[in-house]
Nanobody, 124 residues
Framework: QVQLVESGGGLVQAGGSLRLSCSAS????????MGWFRQAPGKEREFVAA????????YYTDSVKGRFTISRDNAKNVVYLQMNGLKLEDTAVYYC?????????????????WGQGTQVTVSS
């Protein structure tokens, strides 16, 4: 049974940092591209970042470039999202997702496994 479990969310002041983690089980982790998505209140879920199976390539949505960094540890079956310079508009539930793909997918429909999400709230 595949499970993705996010952690690391919380309340942080604008300008602060958080690191999200997503622990994967029940899958051969290094066969999977991993992604982070988020859903703000009243908005649709959107792509944030993705990382290739081997960690050698990453892709970000424009609004987080230069502030967020996605990384992975295939030995630990974990993907991370380091978030620096957080802004009020980063407030959302953040979801980890996985897909068995050797590329770098960024569309939600391409991802087959999803976590339950972790809340990130940025205050002024």
């Amino acid at each position: 049974q595949v499970q993705l479990v996010e952690s690391g969310g919380g309340l942080v002041q604008a300008g602060g940092s958080l690191r999200l983690s997503c622990s994967a089980s029940g899958l051969t982790f290094h066969f999977y591209a991993m992604g982070w998505f988020r859903q703000a209140p009243g908005k649709e879920r959107e792509f944030v970042a993705a990382i290739k199976w081997n960690g050698e390539d990453t892709y970000y949505t424009d609004s987080v470039k230069g502030r967020f960094t996605i990384s992975r540890d295939n030995a630990k079956n974990v993907v991370y999202l380091q978030m620096n310079g957080l802004k009020l508009e980063d407030t959302a539930v953040y979801y980890c997702a996985a897909t068995r793909d050797l590329g770098l997918p960024y569309k939600q429909v391409e991802y087959t496994r999803w976590g339950q999400g972790t809340q990130v709230t940025v205050s002024s």
